[in-house]
């Protein structure tokens, strides 16, 4: 029940909405309700094309419409209808007809169930004002007297404002003696001569309809009160008007009445006359003036903004003179126009059979008078019926239907009318649910939802409402439910989901609906933005990541604003700002950008926002207000700043600049670094140079403009500064010295006629000092002796002075080549590639300059293996600075070599020592340049080589090494070598191999210094079951494998007679100079000693670590894979001399070789 008399109090709530309003489906019947009408008064203005006056009204069934004029019907011209009325309600008068059309007018709207009406709508059409033609006599007047011009403005419409002026436009002037009413009447307190004039004019201004119109103009004659026979000469004496009371123009009488109405704005005034013009005071008698009066029109005219009851009462304003007083009251009434005490009437909705009071509850000053209607028609007390209207109440007794209508209160006095119209329903209806059936509802996890559930019904309803059937589902703490019928539910949970169920019923019957509830996931962001500093001119990226429920995928967005203010995005190529998936890029970012930034996530139901600070980082703005100022001199002064706004970068330091005009005018040089955190520098300026500077600042964005350069700032001549620097002697011939020296910039000149004095004398002697002044940058001293030490000063002087006392140099004179050559050279060999020479240095004297150091000369003259070949090789090293001794490797084995050792200084070298002649010893052979392997048996193979190229030595032997290999891993499963004597041996038959087996040869010559690097080859024995097919091969293609023996026979014949021709002495270009670098043999050697050196190349022949597996297989190791077993296959074969070497060419090599080795016979 407590819920039914919520929803009752609802209901009448709802109809009190539109004062005869009923907020009830349409689906019910029910009297029309005025919705919108046009309020009155309509002023129909002169340029208005057409007037509209318009009334609207709903109801069921639909409204139609009339109207009546001044209390009579009236039809309109046209009408307009919409597509909810059947006749419309609104009209439009055109222009050319209004001023028939004038008057008040009230709209009906009816059905069968009742009529509304309106309050009344005046239209009012105006004429264009205009003051009536008229002849007005002139006002003549004596002096002193008072003169009032009328102006009598027209009626018009809206404010309108009033001018006194000439004819030529001109204000009349208005004071304490001259002044204007409220109605545009001009009062003159007393007239002077002055005041003559034929030319007053009154001018009103409509602002509304921009209008002016002017009265006729008045003339004003003011009688003087000179004697009519006083001369000429006295025309310029005045004569004072008399002393008179002072009287009231305005208002006229003892005492006025003024009536006003509530919230109006009061205005009292008083214009008084008399000579001297008399001032006027007010008053309100019995209390004070309030404190919102104020006083105008030179104190005439009192003001009281909105007056209230309490502003009323008896005013008083006096007018002054010396002559006298004279006042005036005013009885002040407020009063006020009807208005509602409680509100307008509210519509009521009844069941058959209950009494119903209707109150209009008015007020207003004088006591309003009520008029009732029903329906529109005048409403009548039945003291003998069931319908009583009891003043400001009407009772209907035990009411019936057809007492439903709309009744009309109007409440009227002389200051207007205010009506309401109350809808009376008495009728009986069963439950009829507003809300849509299903209706769905969303709300985010934690959220408040409120699911409605409206109700129209006579009696009012009860109302309950279920989930899953069951009204337990929906009490408890979290649900609520509302008067209205509606049900709030607070912090939703995921299980509140499902179907609501929502139950009305009265005694005429019940209604439910069904409502659906969706409880959501809420909005997230997870990946919130962050604060950020960008440079000025990059691009800023901000990253907004969010969660949301995947139902509301089509309304989620992200949002962003820049304080407070949404950012616009387009999407054009030049738009600054790109969103995409969540991140938000401001291109070429400015200062304008930096602020805070939000994103906001949200759908249609909820967001959520995460803020983030952009500070944008630019160079700093250039200093302003640049100050000069003097220090102890002229040339020394103060230079301070203003700093500008560093935007968001701290200035690490400001750079003072200067430009003078004389030397490089408009070129801008640095002058100084001042810390960041000063805004002051200290200067010190060169003489006779016309400066101004300028700064700016620095920050880690990089430079900022440079601020406005000072005034022109020019320092006085002065004797120079400073002296040359830099100072270089040379010697470029032996007897003399060139000086120069950096000379002064031109703005260290400080003033004109800038010359060097060139000061010099010999070291140690104490001789005096030889002078020489030069205006250029160079000096060159003649006939001096060879390399002799001197002492150099160079001061600078303009015409002003000397600069200060030179620093002295040391230098000497010209150079000359040595005279003297090393003595006592000696040479020791160290192995066969390297040998350490030794001499005896020269004497400082015969260098005759600075020293370079010595160059070491050596040729080789012939090899020892063959005496009869004869070389020409030279080569040199030149070693730096004062030494002894030297290291020189690159030299060849077992040759004879000469060597000579020469000093050198920057002139050119000295004579060459004394010839020292001296044999390399023997050292390793080269590698062979040839190894095959051919002639393969199932435990025998053919092994043939060629002797090297460089033997480097008297060759004594070769060693061979084999090893047995793993085909499938190419590991060495045995290995196995022997020592093959004589020097001549280029093949060797090895037997006790295995069968079907792959080994690799290792063959290395050798001589008494030991092996030199192996040559690497691989092969395999035949396997037992390829055997008879070779045999088949071999019959079958042996005229194949004859011509192949004969080539291979014919080609290893040639390579030995080159050989043989090469040993009997041919001799061979050579170069000249071999690399200054060491060898092979000689790196990691340091240039001044051997205690690290190591002779790996003299080994003995057999157990030689360089002739090891281990030793060599990686170092210059060349490896054929090619088997022989597949020449055996049919591609070829060898004869058991294995002459297949032939195929093969040897590689040439600088430096001698060795003696032809003749083909050795095979070991079976």
Same mark, same amino acid.
């Given at each position: ?64 419409? /009339? ?258 007083e004279a006042v005036h009251y005013f009885d002040v009434i407020v009063e006020e126009p009807p208005r509602w005490q409680t509100g307008p009437p509210r519509s009521q909705l009844t069941v058959i059979g209950s009494d119903v009071h209707v109150k209009c509850s008015v007020g207003g000053k004088p006591p309003p008078d009520i008029t009732w209607r029903r329906n529109g028609e005048f409403f009548q007390d039945d003291p003998a019926g069931s319908r009583r209207v009891l003043d400001d109440t009407v009772v209907l007794h035990n009411a019936r239907p057809e007492d439903s209508a709309v009744y009309q209160c109007e409440a009227s006095s002389a200051h207007g009318s205010i009506l309401a119209n109350v809808n009376i329903m008495v009728t009986n209806v069963a439950p009829v649910i507003l809300t849509s059936d299903y209706r769905e509802y969303a709300v985010i996890v934690g ?12 009696? !009012? ?68 933005? /962050? ?36 950012? !616009? ?21 400015? #200062? ?81 670094? %001042? ?7 200290? #200067?010190? #300026? ?58 002064? #910039? ?194 025998? %193979?053919?092994?043939?080589?060629? !002797? ?7 060759? %004594? ?68 079951? /390829?055997?008879?097919?070779?045999q088949s091969n071999f019959s079958t293609h042996g005229w194949v494998i004859g011509t192949l023996c004969a080539v291979a026979l014919l080609t290893l014949v040639t390579l030995m007679a080159c050989f043989v021709r090469r040993n009997k002495g041919g001799k061979y270009a050579v170069k000249e100079k071999e690399d200054l670098h060491p060898d092979v043999e000689s790196q990691g050697m340091n240039d001044d000693t051997f205690c690290e050196y190591s002779d790996s190349d003299e080994k003995p022949l057999k157990g030689s670590s360089l002739c090891s597996l281990n030793g060599n297989d990686t170092v210059g190791d060349s490896v054929s894979r090619d088997s022989l077993v597949d020449y055996a296959d049919g591609e070829g074969e060898f004869n058991e001399d294995g002459s297949f070497i032939g195929e093969y060419s040897g590689h040439r090599h600088r430096g001698s070789?060795?003696?032809?080795? /003749?083909?050795? !016979?095979?070991?079976?």
């Amino acid at each position: 029940m407590r819920l039914a008399g919520s929803l009752q109090l609802a209901l009448l709530l709802a109809l009190s909405c539109g004062a005869a309003g009923l907020s009830i489906p349409l689906e019910v019947e029910q009297p029309p309700t005025i919705i919108t009408h046009t309020s009155g008064p309509v002023i129909a203005l002169p340029f208005d094309n057409s007037v509209t006056i318009g009334c609207e009204a709903r109801g069921n069934p639909p409204p139609e419409y /009339r109207w009546t004029k001044d209390g009579m019907d009236f039809t309109p011209p046209h009408i307009t209808a919409d597509k909810t009325h059947h006749t419309g309600g609104t009209f439009v008068l055109h222009n050319k007809h209004l001023f028939q059309f004038q008057g008040k007018y009230r709209c009906f709207a009816f059905n069968k169930l009742g009529t509304a009406m309106t309050e009344e709508i005046e239209l009012m059409v105006p004429g264009v004002p205009k003051f009536p033609k008229e002849d007005i006599e002139p006002v003549v007047v004596k002096e002193g007297e008072p003169i009032v011009l009328k102006c009598d403005p027209p009626e018009g419409v809206g404010t309108r404002q009033i001018y006194w002026m000439s004819i030529g436009l001109q204000h009349i002037d208005q004071d304490d003696r001259v002044s204007m009413d409220l109605d545009g009447n001009l009062y003159f307190s007393n007239a002077l001569q002055k005041d003559s004039r034929r030319d007053y004019c009154c001018f009103v201004s409509f602002s509304k309809i921009r209008a002016i119109v002017q009265k006729t103009a008045m003339a004003v004659v003011v009688k003087s009160l000179k004697p009519d026979n006083e001369s000429a000469d006295g025309s310029d004496a005045t004569e004072a008007p008399p002393a008179r009371i002072p009287g009231l123009l305005l208002p006229s009488g003892v005492q006025t009445e003024k009536v006003l109405l509530k919230g109006g704005d009061l205005r009292l005034e008083c214009i008084p006359e008399g000579f001297p013009t008399p001032t006027v005071n007010w008053m309100k008698l019995g209390e004070k003036l309030p404190p919102r009066t104020t006083f105008n029109n030179f104190g005439k005219r009192l003001t009281i903004p909105a007056v209230d009851e309490s502003d009323q009462g008896k005013y008083m304003c006096t007018a002054r003179n010396s002559a006298g007083e004279a006042v005036h009251y005013f009885d002040v009434i407020v009063e006020e126009p009807p208005r509602w005490q409680t509100g307008p009437p509210r519509s009521q909705l009844t069941v058959i059979g209950s009494d119903v009071h209707v109150k209009c509850s008015v007020g207003g000053k004088p006591p309003p008078d009520i008029t009732w209607r029903r329906n529109g028609e005048f409403f009548q007390d039945d003291p003998a019926g069931s319908r009583r209207v009891l003043d400001d109440t009407v009772v209907l007794h035990n009411a019936r239907p057809e007492d439903s209508a709309v009744y009309q209160c109007e409440a009227s006095s002389a200051h207007g009318s205010i009506l309401a119209n109350v809808n009376i329903m008495v009728t009986n209806v069963a439950p009829v649910i507003l809300t849509s059936d299903y209706r769905e509802y969303a709300v985010i996890v934690g959220g408040d939802v409120i699911m409605n559930c409206s109700v129209f019904s006579s009696p !009012p309803p009860t109302i309950s409402w279920a989930k899953d059937g069951s009204p337990e589902t929906t009490k408890g703490e979290r649900f609520f439910p509302l008067q209205n019928g509606a049900l709030q539910i607070i912090r939703a949970e995921k299980d509140d989901s499902g179907e609501y169920v929502c139950a009305a019923f009265n005694m005429m019957g019940d209604s439910a609906v069904t409502a659906v509830l969706d409880v959501k996931d809420p909005t997230k962001i997870v990946a919130p933005p /962050r604060d950020v500093q960008i440079v000025s001119g990059t691009t800023a990226q901000l990253m907004c990541q969010a969660e949301h429920d995947k139902s509301l995928r089509s309304t989620f967005e992200v949002v962003w604003r820049k304080d407070g203010e949404e950012i !616009p995005l387009s999407f054009e190529e030049n738009s600054r700002y790109v969103v995409d998936d969540g991140m938000l890029q401001i291109m070429n970012v400015n #200062l304008s950008d930096q602020g805070i930034y939000s994103c906001i996530a949200r759908t249609l139901l909820d967001e959520d926002s995460a803020t983030a600070l952009l500070t944008v980082l630019d160079v700093p703005d250039a200093p302003r207000n640049l100050q000069l100022s003097e220090l102890q001199s002229p040339r020394n002064v103060s230079l301070s700043w203003v700093p500008g706004i560093d935007h968001n970068s701290s200035v690490t330091e400001f750079i003072v600049e200067y430009e003078e005009s004389q030397w490089e005018p408009g070129r801008w040089r640095e002058l100084q670094k %001042v810390p960041g955190n000063q805004a002051t520098a200290e #200067l010190a #300026l060169h003489g006779h140079l016309n400066y101004q500077f300028r700064v700016y600042a620095v920050n880690a964005v990089g430079p900022g403009p440079p601020s406005e350069p000072t005034e022109r700032y020019k320092t006085p001549p002065a004797a120079p500064d400073r002296n040359p620097e830099n100072i270089k002697i040379h010697g470029h011939l032996p007897h003399q010295m060139e000086i120069s020296w950096e000379p002064l #910039l031109p703005v260290e000149h400080n003033g004109p006629g800038l010359e060097y004095k060139v000061s010099y004398r010999k070291l140690g002697l104490e001789d005096h000092w030889k002078d020489h002044l030069v205006k250029r940058h160079s000096f060159v001293v003649r006939n001096t002796s060879t390399f002799v030490p001197y002492e150099i000063g160079i001061q600078s002087r303009n015409s002003h002075g000397w600069g200060p006392e030179p620093n002295v140099v040391t230098g000497y004179s010209g150079e000359d080549v040595p005279t003297a050559a090393p003595q006592d050279v000696a040479v020791e060999v160290i192995n066969a590639t390297v040998l350490r020479v030794s001499w005896t240095p020269v004497p400082p004297a015969t260098v005759r300059g600075h020293l370079g150091g010595y160059n070491v000369h050596w040729s080789r003259k012939r090899s020892l293996l063959n005496p009869n070949r004869v070389f020409d090789d030279r080569q040199s090293l030149s070693f730096p600075g004062k030494r002894s001794n030297a290291i020189v490797p690159g030299l060849k084995p077992f040759a004879e070599y000469r060597l000579t050792v020469n000093v050198f200084n920057k002139k050119g070298n000295g004579p060459n020592s004394d010839p020292v002649t001296f044999n390399t010893p023997e050292g390793v052979p080269e590698q062979v340049p040839i190894l095959t392997a051919s002639n393969s048996q199932k435990d025998s %193979v053919l092994l043939v080589w060629g !002797p090297p190229l460089e033997a480097n030595g008297i060759l %004594v032997g070769f060693l061979l090494k084999y090893h047995l290999i793993n085909e499938t891993t190419l590991e060495v499963v045995d290995s196995r070598e022997m020592n093959i004597t004589g020097a001549d041996s280029t093949q060797w038959q090895l037997r006790g191999l295995e069968e079907g087996s792959l080994y690799r040869f290792h063959v290395s010559a050798c001589t008494r210094a030991g092996c030199g690097p192996p040559l690497a080859h691989e092969s395999a024995t035949i396997a037992p079951e /390829r055997v008879e097919s070779q045999q088949s091969n071999f019959s079958t293609h042996g005229w194949v494998i004859g011509t192949l023996c004969a080539v291979a026979l014919l080609t290893l014949v040639t390579l030995m007679a080159c050989f043989v021709r090469r040993n009997k002495g041919g001799k061979y270009a050579v170069k000249e100079k071999e690399d200054l670098h060491p060898d092979v043999e000689s790196q990691g050697m340091n240039d001044d000693t051997f205690c690290e050196y190591s002779d790996s190349d003299e080994k003995p022949l057999k157990g030689s670590s360089l002739c090891s597996l281990n030793g060599n297989d990686t170092v210059g190791d060349s490896v054929s894979r090619d088997s022989l077993v597949d020449y055996a296959d049919g591609e070829g074969e060898f004869n058991e001399d294995g002459s297949f070497i032939g195929e093969y060419s040897g590689h040439r090599h600088r430096g001698s070789v060795s003696e032809p080795n /003749r083909t050795g !016979p095979v070991v079976a």
